[in-house]
T-cell receptor, first 114, second 113 residues
Framework: EAQVTQNPRYLITVTGKKLTVTCSQN?????MSWYRQDPGLGLRQIYY???????DKGDVPEGYKVSRKEKRNFPLILESPSPNQTSLYFC?????????????FGDGTRLSIL | AQSVTQLDSHVSVSEGTPVLLRCNYS??????LFWYVQHPNKGLQLLLK??????LVKGINGFEAEFKKSETSFHLTKPSAHMSDAAEYFC???????????FGSGTKLNVKP
């Protein structure tokens, strides 16, 4: 089954404790992206990747890091999480950015930073 | 710069009546526009997309949207609401290179029996 898989689905942690949210897709997609969803704000793009080893900032990249060492994986790293990063996070992928393909979304990761 | 405004945060309709979810966009270029739906505790699913072909776009589950350049609008409609349509809907515009995506704040659709 074609899917985007995020782990963990839920996480409660404390300020300053490094964490990684994994994202994996099995569709051989070139483009991957991370979003955060906050009430009343819709989804905002954090980082995106056009292909392996190619990443770039979205609208709200502060406090986040990403890497794209393999085509299928695109982890989101919070080096020193803070309470304002409490949010619902989505990973998405699409076949290719240049062809305007629709994005496929994971089921989300709910992070609570205390 | 690109941006999207969804004019209603909540819309409530009765089952079997028409649905109208409103979206206005701002774009420096000819935009690509999308509507996504999010059911509770789920990721987003594409309903339809506009990419400068026909201005009336048909999507899944009976939804359609009309691109009106003069009004900078891309409203989502459905002739007859079903209970399963209850969800949150997002209007999205992409930048010209399709790298960055800008979401509206969402419209929650409630369908009453």
């Amino acid at each position: 089954e074609a899917q985007v898989t995020q782990n963990p689905r839920y996480l409660i942690t404390v300020t300053g404790k490094k964490l990684t949210v994994t994202c994996s897709q099995n569709m051989n997609h070139e483009y991957m992206s991370w979003y955060r969803q906050d009430p009343g704000l819709g989804l905002r793009q954090i980082y995106y990747s056009m292909n392996v080893e190619v990443t770039d900032k979205g609208d709200v990249p502060e406090g986040y890091k990403v890497s794209r060492k393999e085509k299928r994986n695109f982890p989101l790293i919070l080096e020193s999480p803070s309470p304002n990063q409490t949010s619902l996070y989505f990973c998405a992928s699409s076949l290719s950015a240049v062809s305007n393909q629709p994005q496929h979304f994971g089921d989300g990761t709910r992070l609570s930073i205390l | 710069a690109q941006s999207v405004t969804q004019l209603d945060s909540h819309v409530s309709v009765s089952e079997g009546t028409p649905v109208l979810l409103r979206c206005n966009y701002s774009s420096s270029y000819s935009p690509s526009l999308f509507w996504y739906v999010q059911h509770p505790n789920k990721g987003l699913q594409l309903l339809l997309k506009y990419t400068s072909a026909a201005t009336l776009v048909k999507g899944i589950n009976g939804f359609e949207a009309e691109f009106k350049k003069s009004e900078t609008s891309f409203h989502l409609t459905k002739p007859s609401a079903h209970m399963s349509d209850a969800a949150e809907y997002f209007c999205v515009v992409s930048d010209p290179n399709f790298n960055k995506f800008y979401f509206g704040s969402g419209t929650k659709l409630n369908v009453k029996p």
